[in-house]
């Protein structure tokens, strides 16, 4: 198997080792797993999986949306601004943007 040389802070270095000790793997196996996963190189692999995870929680969320809003506007505009509230609160949401 050829063999890569790369150079890394000690910092970097310190979370590859202390990661694949977590996972009981050696950090050469660690680091060709995440290799493994850039979409680049596998389109359809482990990065596709978590948007299509992605695609159908966003229909789910919609529908009930929907439905929740034609019942109880009331709560789906609670529900509404609770989400934009936490998705603020985890930096996902710009704070001056949703003004």
Partial sequence: MPRLTVRLDDALLDRIVARASDLKISPSS???D???RDPGIDLAGYHARFDELHAT???T???LAASVGR????????????ARDLLRDRGLLDPEEDR
């Fill in 30 to 32: 660690f680091v060709r």
């Fill in 34 to 36: 995440v290799l493994a």
């Fill in 57 to 59: 929680a966003i229909q």
């Fill in 61 to 63: 969320l919609s529908i």
């Fill in 71 to 82: 019942a109880t506007p009331d709560t789906l505009r609670q529900g509404m601004d609770d």
